[in-house]
């Protein structure tokens, strides 16, 4: 690695190869692993503008309540896999629930419902959640697509 130049002096060079390939495994691990990270049920939602909840502050996960067309309910914290949960009573995970909305401050809670569902079927998913112990639910929806821009 230290080699003499042509005056006699020492020149040290620092092989960065090595480094560079490390680099790129972990960039394709990234690009990987970030696709899987983003974990949930399918659920049309409809568009609105509003505001998306910043967590990154946040120690706290956010409880979702995710209602596909046919009925069915899925939960999820986090970055946790969604579960199949009963959508009258939020079993099996209902003891979870009730602990992590028993924390201070609560963490966000909000429901995923699918833009053909009946508004009694949200309406029940948030009472479910109300009952378990959810102070604020709030409601998620996808972003609208852009307007077409002006002449």
Same mark, same amino acid.
């Given at each position: 690695m230290?080699?003499?130049?042509?005056?006699? +002096?020492?020149k040290a060079e620092i092989n960065i190869?090595?480094?560079?390939d490390v680099m790129l495994v972990l960039l394709v691990i990234f690009m990987v692993t970030a696709?899987?990270?983003?974990?949930g049920v399918e659920v049309d939602l409809p568009k609105a503008a509003a505001e998306q909840i910043d967590t990154r502050d946040q120690e706290t996960e956010v409880l979702v309540l995710s209602?596909?067309?046919?009925?069915?309910?899925?939960?999820?914290?986090?970055?946790?896999?969604?579960?199949s949960v009963n959508c009258e009573n939020l079993e099996p995970?209902?003891?979870?629930?009730?602990?992590r909305l028993s +924390?201070?401050?609560?963490?966000?809670?909000?429901? +995923?419902?699918?833009?053909?569902?009946k508004y009694d079927e949200v309406?029940?998913?948030m009472t479910v959640l109300?009952?378990?112990?959810?102070?604020?639910?709030?409601?998620?929806?996808a972003v609208p697509d852009e307007p077409p821009r002006g002449r």
């Open positions: 230290a080699r003499r130049s042509s005056h006699g +002096r020492l190869v090595p480094y560079i696709p899987l990270l983003n974990q209602v596909q067309k046919n009925g069915a309910c899925y939960l999820n914290v986090g970055s946790e896999k969604a579960q995970r209902l003891a979870d629930v009730r602990e +924390r201070k401050p609560q963490p966000p809670v909000l429901v +995923r419902a699918d833009r053909e569902l309406i029940k998913a109300r009952d378990a112990g959810a102070v604020k639910v709030g409601l998620s929806t």
